[in-house]
T-cell receptor, first 117, second 111 residues
């Protein structure tokens, strides 16, 4: 069965410090991968998505970046965190774009609560 | 431009009542409509989904009603329980693109 791992669960970082959040998927190959951010009590904001290794699309201009060094690994990074980067970060995967499956909903990780102080 | 509009933003229902959350979409290319349930501090989890060739899908106490001509779909939670208290997101997918999410509905079921 497919599983998605996301870590760490919580993180408190000072302003100006770097960030690295990692997400890995098991039990599937060539998935679409996504990074979302959710502010408290708010909806899901898509940050980045990837349809393959090294292929990253950015949805929102910001000081965050994403990388996909391996098929089932997705990393969210920042060189210098801002207070406004605080939030709940979610990684998700879905079947590859264009695949013919009956079910192509998203499977989300358990999230990382980031607090920038 | 938001392509999936979800309402209401929040909903309070008494235990045993029916919770109804509505969504409307614009893009006729969407062909898969999932609902997600999110508990505080957790990631959203796929709850139930429907394809546009079906007008209704039921799984236990959860039912999706789909109106293709009106481009609307809704989630009905029958016999709502306090354990159903969560945030619910509707979404719309097309095989060629990303999922588009509604803004979410916070459901509170009072005992």
């Amino acid at each position: 069965s497919q599983t998605i791992h996301q870590w760490p669960a919580t993180l408190v970082q000072p302003v100006g410090s770097p960030l690295s959040l990692e997400c890995t998927v098991e039990g599937t190959s060539n998935p679409n991968l996504y990074w979302y951010r959710q502010a408290a009590g708010r909806g899901l904001q898509l940050l980045f998505y990837s349809v393959g290794i090294g292929q990253i699309s950015s949805e929102v201009p910001q000081n965050l970046s994403a990388s996909r060094p391996q098929d089932r690994q997705f990393i969210l990074s920042s060189k210098k965190l801002l207070l406004s980067d605080s939030g709940f970060y979610l990684c998700a995967w879905s079947v590859h774009t264009g695949s013919y499956f009956l079910n192509y909903g998203y499977t989300f990780g358990s999230g990382t609560r980031l607090t920038v102080v | 431009q938001q392509q999936v509009k979800q309402s209401p933003q929040s909903l309070i229902v008494q235990k045993g009542g029916i919770s109804i959350i509505n969504c409307a979409y614009e893009n006729t290319a969407f062909d898969y409509f999932p609902w997600y349930q999110q508990f505080p501090g957790k990631g959203p989890a796929l709850l139930i989904a429907i394809r546009p060739d079906v007008s209704e899908k039921k799984e236990g106490r959860f039912t999706i009603s789909f109106n293709k001509s009106a481009k609307q779909f809704s989630l009905h939670i029958m016999d709502s329980q306090p354990g159903d208290s969560a945030t619910y997101f509707c979404a719309a997918n097309s095989r060629a693109g990303k999922s588009t999410f509604g803004d979410g509905t916070t459901l509170t079921v009072k005992p």
